[in-house]
């Protein structure tokens, strides 16, 4: 059982820079593959990130690399999410994830889930 909690979202101009955080409690975390998710209404959920247990191997979707990364800090049961050079399609609930085993692009592959974090990018 783990408890997922997103924070950091807000609304910023296009060019600008967020940092997301997702505090989570339970067993087991620092074994556990992290992902962040981003959902526009009507769309599904689209993968966006993961990183491995040891904070070494990460996989970015094609339309954030080389603007976003993921980092984490075992010692505080947190994952983050680096968002620079933000762009108005980049709008959309963000939700942190974790899974029992291997990364993966697919969400339904997560176990845990958050509450979501809200970020909107204007033009």
């Known amino acids: 059982q783990v408890q997922l909690v997103e924070s950091g979202g807000g609304l910023v101009q296009a060019g600008g820079s967020l940092r997301l955080s997702c505090a989570a409690s339970g067993r087991s975390f620092g074994t556990y593959t992290l992902g962040w998710f981003r959902e526009v209404a009507g769309k599904a959920r689209e993968f966006v990130a993961f990183?491995?247990?040891?904070?070494?191997?990460?996989y970015n979707a094609e339309s954030v690399k080389g603007r976003f990364t993921i980092s984490r800090d075992n010692a505080k049961s947190t994952v983050y999410l680096q968002m620079n050079s933000l762009k108005p399609e980049d709008t959309a609930v963000y939700y942190c994830?974790?899974?029992?085993?291997?990364?993966?692009?697919?969400?339904?592959?997560?176990?845990?889930w958050g509450q979501g974090t809200q970020v909107t990018v204007s033009s």
């Open positions: 990183i491995d247990w040891s904070g070494v191997a990460t």
């Open positions: 994830a974790a899974d029992r085993y291997g990364g993966s692009r697919d969400p339904i592959a997560y176990d845990y």
